[in-house]
């Protein structure tokens, strides 16, 4: 949790289950930093500095997100002291799935990519951050922002 990974609660049966699954997490988290890293790059190219913490996760919530998801975030709420929640009422990844209960168990797998994709475009802008994704009901997801102060 120290390095800003995602925080992943799962119940399998077994050790061995329980430890593969985690490490298929972590390393699709991995993954979606390096991506979010480079596609950051890519998209801001051409843009002007941001002003704040708040343009900047403004921009993640618009453009970011529509180039990636093809829609922007739902929903974008702060408490003003380096916590965001980001909402998606219909998240592409989540919304193959059946809505059934039964699959919500596997919604990590999913998540993981997109909460590394997410602190990396954050990393690369200069914000350390945790990133969390919560589902209580499919598709719809929230993750949380907890912006690292320097």
């Known amino acids: 949790m120290e390095?800003?990974?995602?925080?992943?609660?799962?119940?399998?049966?077994g050790d061995q289950k329980f430890l593969e699954n985690g490490r298929c997490v972590s390393k699709l988290e991995s993954m979606g930093f390096?991506?979010?890293?480079?596609?950051i790059e890519r998209f801001t190219k051409d843009t002007p500095r941001f002003k704040d913490e708040l343009d900047v996760m403004k921009f993640i919530c618009k453009d970011f997100w529509t180039s990636v998801f093809?829609?922007?975030?739902?929903?974008?709420?702060?408490?003003?002291?380096?916590?965001?929640v980001l909402q998606d009422n219909k998240f592409r990844l989540?919304?193959?799935l059946s809505a059934g209960k039964q699959y919500l168990e596997h919604a990590?797998?999913?998540?993981?990519?997109?909460c590394g994709l997410v602190?990396?475009?954050l990393?690369?802008?200069?914000?350390?951050?945790?990133?969390t994704a919560?589902?209580?009901?499919?598709?719809?997801?929230?993750?949380q922002v907890m912006i690292q102060k320097m």
């Open 108 to 114: 990590p797998k999913f998540l993981a990519f997109t």
């Open 123 to 131: 990393s690369n802008l200069g914000v350390k951050s945790i990133v």
């Open 34 to 39: 390096r991506v979010g890293q480079g596609l």
């Open 70 to 84: 093809k829609k922007q975030i739902d929903n974008l709420r702060t408490n003003h002291q380096g916590i965001y």
């Open 94 to 96: 989540l919304t193959h």
């Open 134 to 143: 919560e589902v209580s009901v499919m598709p719809a997801c929230k993750f």
């Open 3 to 13: 390095d800003g990974r995602m925080r992943v609660k799962c119940n399998f049966s």
């Open 119 to 121: 602190r990396g475009a």
